[in-house]
Every structure is written in C-alpha cells, then in structure tokens.
C-alpha cells in the first residue's frame, strides 16, 4: 500500500502536568504558527476556560504544524499533532485520540517519572502495535534524576511489552526499546538526543532533534489514495455558522466537498444503519485554525459539516463500497451521579435561567455527543438522570460547565457503578500510587485502611519520600483527596487508574464529621452564629439566606444536630441590635463544588446554582427525616 511521505500523525501523551500542552505550544511557536504579531497566551491548546483556571486538558485537540522543506525531495512536511489530557478521568479522550494517530510521543517528567497515568496511556498506545518515543522533560529542574527515570521508563515499557496478548504488537512494543530517547525542556522549547545531565537544559537551541526523531521512526500514514473512500469519525465540534462538525481520519480513497457519501452509524442499541448524505464543507487545520478546503486525501486529518446527527465512532464510505470501520471502544464508566432539576425552596433564586426538566435533559444529550466516557440512564423520577462517567472530576466538571450556562441543579452524592457477576455484586477497583515525605508514612497507611485498601507495593525514593501503591474500591477514592491533602500537610501525590472489577469490599465510612442542619427557614443572623460558634465549621455568613434542612456547617462529632440558625437577639432598651455588628466571626468557610460534593453524605445533595452552592438534605423535614432513618435501621436489622 503507498504511503504518504509529506504527513505524520503523533499523539503527545503523558501523566498530568508532565508538560505535554507546554510542548505542543513550543512547536507551534517554533513553526511559525503564531506569526511574528499578535499576542499569543501561553498554553494556546487549553482554550476552554476551566481548562485555563484549572490548569488541566479536558479535551482532546488537534494541531497541525507545517515544517517548510523538511519532507520528502524538499517538499512541506505536515505534522497532525494531538494534545491530550493526563488525567484517568478524561481517558476516553485518550482512547479515541490513540484512533486518529500512527505514533505517540510519551512524556516523562525528569523527577517524578512514570506514574499510573503514563502507565495507562502507554498500554494503550502498545495494544493499537504503536511506535513510542519516549521524551524525558523538564530536565531543567532541581530534583532532575534523568538516568532514573529513562529506566523506569523503559522498564515499564517491557512490563507492559510481555502482558500484550496480540504477537505482532508484542513484537513491535520490543522494537520500541531500539528507538532514541529525548531529553526536552517545553517551557524553553529545547530538545536533544544527548543527555544533559540532571538540572540542565539541553544543550539545543530549538526542538529540531525532536521534529527530526518524530520524522524518522514514525511511520508514514499507510494510505490507499486510489481506493474507495474510507473515514472515521473521532472527534466533534460545533460551529454558529456550520452546526456540527465532525473530524475524520482518511483511511483510503479521497474525500472532496460537495461529495455524497455512505454514513454509517450506530442507534442506541448498537444497531448499524446505513444512509446517504453531502459534505457540504470540507476544512483542513492550518496551526490552531481551520480553513475551507476542496479536497483531502487518505492519511489526512480533516473536519466535515452538513450531516446533523454524526457521532464518534460513525464511518463515511464511498457510496458503492459502504465498509464500516471498527466501532471506537472505550472503558466502562466507574462513578455515578444523580443530576437533576433543582427541588430546593430556592429554586428560581439563584441567578440561573434554565430550570425546567426538558432543557436538563436537553443539555445532558449534547454533552453524549461529544463525550465518548458518558452515559446518561433513566431514574425512577422524571426530573433527575443518573449519568455515569470514568471519575468524580469528569463528572465535576461537566456540573461546573452546566453551572455557568444558568442551569440550577440538584446533584446527588457520587456513588460506583456496580455489576453482578455470577450471582455476586462486584464494584470497580482502583490501582493507587502516592509518593508522600516519610513523615506521613503511618498517617496514609491508617487512611488507606479505613477505606479497605490493600497495599501491593512500597519503595524508598531516597530524599525522605515514599512511594506506595494500593489496590482500593473506588468508593474509597470518593471524597479521599480533600482528607489526604490534610493529613500529608499539602504534601502528598496520590494517582490512580482502574484496576477492573472484584468483589464488594463491605462498609466504607466515608466521612468523620455530621451536619448541622437549619430547623427553620429565614435569615441568619451574626446572633445565632456567635451562640453557635463552638458546635463546628460553619460554610455560611450572617444575612444570608436558610431554609428548613439545609446544611450549615460541618460538626466535628460524627452525628447531625438540628440548629437554629436565625435566632435574633431579643431587643430591649437597654440592648441594641446594632451592638451585633461589633461582635467578630470567624471566617466562614466557602464550599467550591468539588469540595461540596466531597462533603455531601448518603443523605444529602449538592445545590448548584450560578450564584452559589449549598448542601441540603434529601429530605428537608426534620421528623420525615427520623422517621426514614428509624426505617433504613430496621431494614438493616432485618437482613
């Protein structure tokens, strides 16, 4: 089959923060992408806004860069360049990325080395019989200990080698240990083959070495041009101007705008269905841009538009020769999480616009359209849906996303999605690796335990840090981060991937501390919190708005307590009620959304408006309250 020797298609993937959105943007910069005027912000690929304030890929994206000379006879090489996230909740970016490309580029961080992250992605990588050219960045930092990390690195890349089933991909994960490895810096956008030593940059001007390597043990996109058009869809975008835009990967033949074509898709029982439609625009990307274009051919990475209902995973063939390609497949979900209408008393107060169960589920069916990890179930109410997702950050996320759009919503406790397999209830585990100072050694172990994880693994790194690794459910991960952070002083890393399905591990405690929930709806008064001020945490300020089974605080004691959080002082004329602003409060403490979801118990809910977040109870009467606890005990009693 010819190939195409002016095209390379490379996926960037690493762990979280190892620099790969950093290196997409030197390359750019260093292709003259970005033009000699203009303002260029910094990590130009992260172009969502949570991604800029979280500092995160969410998204999977893609580039092209253009290097002017650098193929074949002197002709223009284009370099497809995909930027992906390193986090396991956002794997199936991963997944359908791994789809689109020939290669992979994995970064290493030069102190941290491989984590559970890189592990994931290069498994994947290895099972599609992918090359890996292995990057070591960030050379420049103080605790560098670049030798250490490339034999991780190439450690991991045999362990993985020897556990892939198919032999030719085994064969070809070998080959990989033979190709060079770089030493890189992406934020001083330098690259080269020789090791610098620890704490230096490279000892190159630019990333050449890199675009050179990328060039050469790459292969070329195998591409059919003269056969029957053959394209799959791994991506989606949407436009004001052109609706949905679906992007393809040219397996064979030539795809031209204006074209009739066989579209392939899938219903929601998985069924194929066969139809006719027209490209009515065709668009290449130029840098961070897309352009028209009139014609794209086997190898490329190109967008189409016209064909309303198209989904990732759909196949555009020629119409005489309708041959679909391979489903994209992706893991199974893990976390789950009731979203719903908002059902507090105030509903309608919190500054959104878009309240109704119908525009919910609206919402809730665009975000399937592009996020191949979700699903979104019916649940016995009309206004609430449970929607399953990889991890408690995919789905945060998308609740934050809805959260600026105006939506109010009413979002359940996260919980795992279980199976029953030969008549026994299995739940999802999770493979864990924390590198914690020694300090903290025994805190984590007693942590871990108490949420019936299982240690496999622990190793001094030197330096007074060490790294351990867990097999845990991942029930016990839900509200874990926030607990770890405290008890390592802010100083612990903890990752994690899945590690499959096994048995129901038993009861999890998951939180230490009760609510203290308001018995009365009104408006809290500076009174009622100074007379309150020994019973906990309070999350809310005086004149803010209570009502009757909202959660006001966290008490310190593992039970609920009932508090009055409106109560006025009694006026006389002798005390005025302006000696109440003198009185000094401690700070309340605000609840962003991750943290409330952390927090929210088996019987409680996250309100989520545009103006703010609360916790509420499930049920806000306080006797309807102890009447279905009285109930839940008796059930337990009996089984």
Known sequence: MPVRTDLRNVAIVAHVDHGKTTLVNAMLEQSGVFGDHGEVADRVMD???????????????NTAIRRKGAGKDGRDLIINVIDTPGHADFGGEVERALSMVDGVVLLVDSSEGPLPQTRFVLGKALAASMPVIIVVNKTDRADARIDHVVEQAQDLLLELASTVEDPEAAEAAERNLELPVLYASGRAGKASTENPGDGNLPDNEDLQPLFDVITETLPEPSADVDGPLQAQVTNLDSSSFLGRIGLIRIHSGKIRKGQQVSWIH????GEQHVKTA???ELLRTVGVTRVPTEEAIAGDIAAVSGIDEIMIGDTLCAVDAPNPLPRIMVDEPAISMTIGVNTSPMAGQGGGDKLTARVVKARLD????????LRVLPTERPDAWEVQGRGEMALSILVETMRREGF?????????VTKTIDGKLHEPYEHLTIDVPEEHLGAVTQLMAARKGRMEQMANQGSGWVRMEFTVPSRGLIGFRTIFMTETKGTGIANHFSAGYDDWAGEIKDRATGSLVADRTGQITAYALLQLADRGTFFVEPGDQAYEGM??????????????????KKLTNMRAASADTTVTLDKARSLTLDEAMEFCGADECVEVTPDGIRVRKLILNATERGRARSREKALNKNK
Request: net charge negative; proline share 4%.
């Open 47 to 61: 172009s969502g806004d949570l991604e800029r304030e979280k500092g995160i890929t969410i998204l999977a994206k």
């Open 266 to 269: 899938y219903d929601s029982d």
């Open 278 to 280: 027209k490209i009515a």
């Open 366 to 373: 665009q975000e399937l359209i592009g996020n191949v990890s």
């Open 408 to 416: 109010e919503l009413t979002v359940g406790k996260p919980q795992v």
């Open 551 to 568: 959660v006001v605080g966290a008490n310190p004691r593992d039970e609920d307590m009932d508090i009055n959080i409106t109560k006025e």
